[in-house]
């Protein structure tokens, strides 16, 4: 059976900023809101594309130090951002490493967790924006 | 134009030049510590001794 296994080489970056090793997961919610599409006649609930509805969150560790985490989303909170990228791996897009691209995304929030005994992390989600895969 | 150099590994390799895309936030870039201006001005040309157009021949 063919799979897809990511074990530590997925690439993240917000514009040019590479965050790949602050970071621990990436969900990805490619999303076009349903839109009803029945008229008289219908004999089943149809469907038609509205506006996308993406997200995108991301796991990072909190990193103060400089060029870390929060270096690089200390000012992009109630911002649009304009790009931000992942890929599969790290190397060139292609079919089988697609290149996903965010762009135009909103960060509401900025929310580190301080826990004791534990890293200090922190769960960004990115809202809205058009969302695309190249693979060239 | 302005030029830049990395400072960050995030963004490349440190100490070269940053070729900034349209859609690159170079404000926030800065801000950051990812890039910085580059002090670096093209050189001038070395000032010649004898002008390209200056003859050899010394007037009598």
Redesign the interface.
């Known amino acids: 059976m063919a799979t897809s296994t990511y074990l530590s080489n997925p690439v993240i970056s917000i514009g040019a900023v590479d965050i790949s090793d602050q970071c621990t997961a990436a969900t990805l919610t490619q999303t076009f809101t349903e839109l009803q599409a029945n008229a008289f006649g219908s004999t089943a609930v149809a469907y038609v594309a509205g506006l996308q509805n993406n997200t995108l969150t991301l796991d990072l560790y909190w990193s103060t130090a400089a060029s870390e985490t929060y270096a690089t989303l200390k000012a992009l909170v109630g911002t649009v951002i304009t790009t931000i990228t992942i890929k599969g791996a790290s190397g060139a897009a292609s079919p089988t490493n697609p290149l996903g691209t965010l762009t135009g995304s909103y960060l509401p929030t900025l929310a580190p967790v301080y826990t004791l005994g534990a890293l200090t992390t922190c769960s960004v989600s990115f809202m809205g924006g058009t969302f695309a895969y190249t693979e060239a | 134009m302005d030029r830049y150099v990395i400072?960050?590994s995030?963004?490349?390799e440190i100490g070269t030049a940053?070729v900034?895309?349209p859609?690159?936030?170079i404000a926030?870039?800065i801000?950051?510590?990812?890039i910085q201006r580059s002090d670096t001005h093209p050189s001038k040309g070395a000032k010649l001794a004898i002008k390209p157009d200056a003859t050899e021949n010394e007037k009598d």
């Open positions: 400072t960050s995030r963004v490349g940053f900034a895309s859609s690159d936030d926030w870039l801000a950051g510590g990812f």
